[in-house]
């Protein structure tokens, strides 16, 4: 259950760095609103699955996960630029943090 916690916390750290762009500063009441509770969700996930994973190991996936998600919506939502050493470095993240899930069994 740990890992479908951090995995939800990663995806709720793509949705908080994304409305980050949607805040506008904050000046935006709703999407400053759906930020907030995503980032505190995201952070009280994260704090549950490091309770049986290795802090580590839990942080650097939930950092991935939300790097190469918020850099992928990015490329669609906000045409950021898709040049293949990006997508290469995405991709090593990636391989990353199924080497990480790999190591701990």
């Known amino acids: 259950m ?3 916690m951090l995995f939800i916390a990663g ?12 805040t506008d500063g904050f000046t935006k009441l709703w999407p400053s609103v759906g930020t907030i509770i995503s980032l505190v969700a995201s952070f009280v996930l994260l704090g549950l699955a490091v ?4 802090v580590g190991t839990a942080y650097a996936i939930w950092v991935g996960i939300g790097a190469v998600g ?3 919506l990015g490329i ?3 045409e950021e630029s898709a040049d293949t050493l ?3 470095s995405l ?4 391989a990353g943090i199924a080497g990480l899930k790999l190591a701990h069994g």
């Open 2 to 4: 740990s890992w479908v």
């Open 51 to 54: 309770k049986s994973l290795p």
């Open 86 to 88: 990006k997508l290469v």
């Open 11 to 22: 995806l709720l750290e793509v949705g908080w760095a994304i409305g980050l762009k949607y």
């Open 76 to 78: 669609f939502l906000f």
């Open 70 to 72: 918020t850099a992928v």
């Open 91 to 94: 991709g090593l993240i990636c």
